[in-house]
């Protein structure tokens, strides 16, 4: 069984940075491509950024490209989500996903709970 456990979430002012991780549990992590996702309230689930099961290719959604990045350590099996120059608009709940064969949609097989992410004006 696969579990996902997300860390790192807690309020910050905007213009701040936050490191988001996400730990998985499982041998077979390094075959996943990974996600990442957010829900603000009252709102659907979004995409945020996604990663291939090798590092070799990542995806990011426009609202954060060139502010977020996506990485993955298969040694530790972790992945990684760099926020920086957040916004009050990036405040939402965001979950790390796993195993999906379409990275940058939201059909993965595993989700963590997530971790709340609030910025503050």
């Known amino acids: 069984q696969v579990q996902l456990v997300e860390s790192g979430g807690g309020l910050v002012q905007a213009e701040g940075s936050l490191t988001l991780s996400c730990s998985v549990s499982?041998?077979?992590?390094?075959?996943?491509?990974m996600g990442w996702f957010r829900q603000a309230p009252g709102k659907l689930r979004e995409f945020v950024a996604a990663?291939?099961?090798?590092?070799?290719?990542?995806w990011a959604a426009d609202s954060v490209k060139g502010r977020f990045t996506i990485s993955r350590g298969n040694a530790k099996n972790t992945v990684i989500l760099q926020m920086n120059s957040l916004k009050p608009e990036d405040t939402a709940v965001y979950y790390c996903?796993?195993?999906?064969?379409?990275?940058?949609?939201?059909?993965?097989?595993?989700w963590g709970q997530g971790t709340q992410v609030t910025v503050s004006s």
């Open positions: 996903a796993a195993g999906s064969t379409t990275p940058w949609t939201d059909d993965y097989d595993y």
């Open positions: 990663i291939t099961y090798d590092g070799g290719r990542t």
């Open positions: 499982g041998r077979t992590f390094s075959t996943y491509h």
